[in-house]
């Protein structure tokens, strides 16, 4: 196998997470994790939101271990197993001359790897986590491997650790196709459009507080197609026909037509959890409170500024045609939603601070000193909800998966593949 006895190989990559705008919800194989409908995504950038992993092998390790955020974790689950067995049934001889490792084909069937694996943000905050892990997961290990295949390829595998995680694959704009066939290989993710072609895009995240334990996506999505009449026409009538105009307003960098598609399959998304029996709510009275303040301006302007979509859960992700609308919608934001008197505006708005600059918010006294949105009736209360955001992400659409070949980068100790 090796010359030498002792040794450690390692590869460290990052991989975005994504946010749908054309959702995926149901699954026809659960299994496999085949949809019951394509569903677009953009990616966000990395520097914000991303998983880093490192994998090693060694013929001194005597069982698969993982870490997550420095915590050990069981393997043992099978969508894990999933990706570990389509991985390994495909890797390749590695040679490494400079370090004297040699490793055959049929040797990564009984060597043995250990995962550590890092989210630059919060897992709690319900920010799709699992997208972004278990590409980097697959990522990481096909180049480890010398996996031959492509992100599309590896999309696939990716796909059976989570849904939505194939489309983690590929920066920019990214379809994941349903596919076809019962096996899944054609199952797959797609770039539409690298994070180059809509360099304009701002992205704000409000992570909204939540008390609540909610659904997994997982069950709720298998709820969903049990129970609710209303998934089956959104998969074969809706659907399909908002995918093309979706790629037909990426593709010519239409605003007002991506905000109203994506707002629209935001809403029917939570229509069909609605429509699930018993019903799921993963909005809560903030995230209709921000669906409103947007709605209210994008109609006073006449045409939209800011789209506005959400997952399975409160969080709000809203999409601002550019930087102009990105500091004005801020200001927005802070007015209905400022931070508690005791906060740091340091750690309420997070990633790109330049964001809070354009909107000339230097400390909480500017704050305070917002006035009202022009749009809001004077004969209509304001009401602000101090203490109902936990904080902002300030971000822009990213690049897809990258190779770390810093060893500092390595979150594996290069002589004893330990967490360091
Ligand atoms: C609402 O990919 O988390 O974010 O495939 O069961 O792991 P599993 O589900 P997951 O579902 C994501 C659902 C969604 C919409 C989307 O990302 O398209």
Redesign the pocket.
């Known amino acids: 196998m090796a010359e030498k006895k002792s040794w450690v190989l390692m590869v460290t990559a990052q991989t975005p997470t ?3 705008v ?4 149901g ?1 026809r194989d659960e299994s496999l ?1 085949l ?1 019951i409908n394509d ?1 677009i ?1 953009v990616t966000l950038d990395p520097s914000h939101l991303c998983t880093t992993t490192t994998v090693a092998v060694s013929p001194g390790f005597t069982h698969d271990r993982m870490w997550l955020n420095g915590k050990e974790i069981s393997l043992s689950g099978g ?1 894990y197993q999933n990706c570990l067995r389509e991985i390994r049934s495909r890797a390749s001889d590695v040679e490494d001359e400079k370090k004297g490792i040699k490793i055959a084909k049929k040797d990564w069937e009984n060597l043995h790897l250990h995962i550590a694996s890092y989210n630059n943000f919060p897992t709690a905050a319900g920010l ?1 986590s ?2 972004a892990g278990f590409a980097c997961l697959v990522y990481s290990l096909a180049k480890l491997m010398n996996v031959k295949e492509d992100n599309s390829q590896l999309s696939a595998i990716a ?1 059976q ?5 194939c ?1 983690s694959l590929y920066g920019g704009f990214v379809k ?1 196709i349903m596919g076809k066939d019962d096996n899944g290989s054609d199952s797959i993710a797609v770039q539409l459009v690298d994070e180059k072609h809509w360099d304009e895009l701002v992205i704000l995240i409000a992570v909204v507080s939540s008390r609540q334990k909610e659904t ?3 069950s709720g ?1 298998r709820e969903t197609v049990e129970t609710s009449p209303l998934v089956l026409h959104r998969a074969k009538e809706v659907v399909p026909k908002r995918v093309v105009e979706m790629e037909e307003a990426i593709k010519s960098r239409n605003f007002p037509a991506f905000a109203r598609l994506t707002c629209s399959d935001s809403n029917q ?1 939570h229509a069909v959890c609605l429509d699930t029996s018993p019903p799921i709510f ?1 909005m809560n009275d903030t995230s209709h409170r921000i669906i409103s303040c947007v709605e209210k301006w994008n109609r006073s302007e006449g045409t939209p500024q800011v789209a506005y979509t959400f ?2 859960g409160p969080n709000a992700v809203l999409i601002a045609r550019n930087r102009k609308v990105a500091a004005l919608l801020l200001q927005r934001l802070l007015f209905h939603f400022p931070p508690q008197s005791d906060a740091d505006l340091n750690s309420y708005i997070v990633g790109d601070k330049s964001v809070l600059m354009d909107a000339g918010i230097q400390d909480l006294k500017d704050v305070e000193a917002l006035p009202p949105p022009p749009e809001i009736k004077d004969n209509v209360p304001t009401q602000k909800f101090k203490g109902d955001v936990s904080y902002f992400i300030c971000t822009r659409p990213g690049r897809g998966p990258v190779l770390l070949t810093e060893e500092s980068q390595a979150l594996l100790n290069p002589e004893t593949g330990l967490p360091k």
């Open positions: 994504n946010i749908a054309i959702k995926y919800w699954k994790i949809p569903s995504s969508r799709a699992s997208a796909r650790g989570s849904g939505s995680a489309r994941w997994s996506s997982t999505m998304f993963y997952d399975a």
